[in-house]
């Protein structure tokens, strides 16, 4: 802290008025060439080869000293000796040490400011920096002031003219920017794509060709795509994806299930299905599966015992489909597998056989399973739905009612999924239960534990 107030008041002896309105006067002709020279040869003793974080970790006194001989040299002469813009550079590194030392919001923004003024600044009195300027400042206004359409804006204009020479500092903070932007529908996917495309020229580009920096670019461009191409079926269209993917047709060309995504990515992403493209890698994959359909399908067998009957119960085969479906229960040990196709036969018994005891056995050993599954719970609820309106006298197709009911709440005490279809049942059934007064001709009341016939087996409490 005590280095934020001595800088502080040091600002303000010195008056900001003078940094805000500094011009590029060089010492060359100066009276006071002399003390500029000597108070730039003194700071830069500090800061030379250093970063902001170097400076930032200096002890205070010579932090200070340091400062008040950059301040000295650079009112005197902002740009240096009109050759090296050192004092713009150096004082950016000085106000960047003090902005990361600083913990009042204001103050941050003070130097902050003043970061961006010394970059202004330069680029006034050195345009042959301007593409570097460009994209170092798009990069510290995302970092030190956050969001802001200025900054992709200045970085944009850093890539326009720096080229091929921008520098990778740039994709990073793009790829967010343009994330930010278009999640909030400030921007549309054709900027987006204009703006991705002009950042990955660059990074291709030095990613082939220079060999001290191109780590720097490739990592850049990784940033960039991670955010970018989280919006990419939204933001891309056929050619894009065209480019993407058919460079790993060929050598894919064995892989039926990469060239399925293949031509169904293309497909979803505008192409049209007489595209020669779409149809070149249609046709390997209708050839492909040709081939190996029978060692395709096996192995698909393999990986998912459950498939061939949901095959078969696809094709209205359901005595098959329960038999196909206890053969993958024997083929896996997986227990969450073995429950969905005991589920599975319980469904087929219940609406398709009619085998109400079977289903329910079936549907109890899927919940046994799988604990915390719902689905077999309101499976039986519906089965002794079905039961009740065959179930002896009035009096008796309430109560398999209640047993019904009983499931369902049962089922959504365990499963919150399955609430919304349990409460949904229930209040079908609602005005189906008991009637108080039948329960009173019968010397019962509400409360009651009650056996339920009709071969449901269940007891229920008595409730109206």
Known sequence: MYILRTLALLLVLCGSSALANAQCVTWVDSPQKEQAENAHVAYRNFVKGK?????????????????????TAYDIAPAADGNRPFHYRDGRMFYR?????????????????????????????????????????????????????????????????????????????????????????????????????????????????????APYYQAGKDNLEADVLEFADEIFDCDYFKGLLLPKVDENKDSINILKYIVTKLKAQGCDSTDADVVRVQNMYDELYAEKADEYEAERRRLNPLYEGSELYNEGKFDEAVQAYERGIEATDDNDKKAQAYYQIAQIQLAKLGQYSSARANANRAAELKPGWGKPYILIGDMYGRMSSNCGDAWEQRLAVLAAI??????????????????????????????????????????????VGCGIGETVTLRF
């Open 406 to 451: 009983d499931k369902y709440n049962y089922a959504k005490s365990i499963d919150g999924e399955v609430a919304g279809d349990a409460n949904r049942r229930i209040g079908n059934y609602r005005e189906s239960m008991p009637i108080r007064s039948e329960a009173f001709s019968r010397n019962m009341k509400e409360g009651d534990r009650v056996s």
């Open 51 to 71: 970063t902001a974080e170097d400076l930032a970790a200096l002890p205070d006194a010579e932090f200070t000293d340091a400062f008040k001989n950059w301040k």
């Open 97 to 213: 040490a003090m902005y990361d030392k600083a913990t009042d919001e204001a103050q941050k923004k003070e130097y902050a400011d003043m970061i961006f003024t010394l970059y202004d600044q330069e680029l006034a009195c050195y345009p042959k920096y301007e593409a570097y300027l460009l994209g170092r400042k798009g990069s510290d206004m995302f970092y030190l002031m956050g969001y802001s359409e200025d900054a992709m804006t200045t970085i944009e204009k850093a890539i326009d003219e720096g080229g091929n020479d921008t520098e990778y500092v740039v994709l990073a903070p793009l790829g967010k920017l343009l994330n930010y932007y278009f999640k909030e529908k400030a921007i549309d996917n054709t900027r987006v794509r204009e703006l991705y495309d002009k950042a990955a020229k660059v990074a291709d580009y030095n990613i082939e060709n220079n060999e001290t920096y």
